[in-house]
């Protein structure tokens, strides 16, 4: 059975969300040509210390640094480098944020400086995307219904859903029950939704192909074709009336 959470134990994930929102907002504002993704990891990292949190990713299965920072075809993993930002870059942060126990991870891409038009429409419709998603967590909906709900909105807008890498259930573990929520699907199919439960739902969507592949790090995954990549998560909670953003301020 999914991980059904209490009042107190969303509140304490709800301070978590809340630390990362802040801080995706504050590291973002440093974005620009010429700056490091390992400057912005360090800030990063020094923004969820100040406000009592520790990084969910750093240590997690090896992991080196406190966020996944993804570059252009990097579509998610990318471990900060010293490789400065050049103007039209698109570049994702990707972080989580554990606090008295309890996790809450979000992602964002934004663009460095002036972007292609093509550039903005994948970040546009794969925030919105997301936004398809979250609407259909609500208690009787489906897994399959919020993966449906992503993937028809991406590929009737010319783009595709990264099939190897899938949303999470999580709470007290930073990948918790359920542990397989994919950003495709059909509607009706899979576990059923229920009050009480928290997950990731985050759609990666790349401009080509949705195949991907790992680099020889072990963490970094790319588009295979090269291609331009976005992605957008939040985490939620589902309410009797539908699904509460936990990861804003």
Known sequence: MPLIKSAAQVELMRESGRIVA????????????????????????????AEGGVPSFLGYRGYPRATCISVNEVVVHGIPNTTPLEKGDIITLDFGVVKDGWHADSAWTYAVGDI????????????????QGIAKARPGNTIGDIGAAVQTYVERNG???VRDLVGHGIGEKLHDEPHNIP????????MKL??????????MV????????QLDDEWTIVTA???LAAHYEHT?????????????E
């Open 22 to 49: 802040k801080t995706l907002r504050l590291v973002s504002d440093k974005i620009a040509p010429g700056v490091t993704p390992v400057e912005l990891d360090e800030y990063a990292h020094e923004l969820i210390r």
């Open 116 to 131: 292609k038009d093509e550039a903005r429409r994948l970040m546009n419709v794969t925030r919105e995307s997301l936004n």
């Open 159 to 161: 783009y595709n859903v």
């Open 183 to 190: 950003m495709y699907g059909k509607p009706g199919k899979g």
């Open 194 to 203: 229920l009050a009480g439960m928290t997950m990731c739902i985050e759609p």
């Open 206 to 213: 790349n401009a080509g192909t949705w195949k991907v592949n």
């Open 225 to 227: 074709d090269g291609r």
């Open 236 to 248: 939620i909670h589902i309410t009797p009336s539908g699904a509460e953003i936990l990861t804003k």
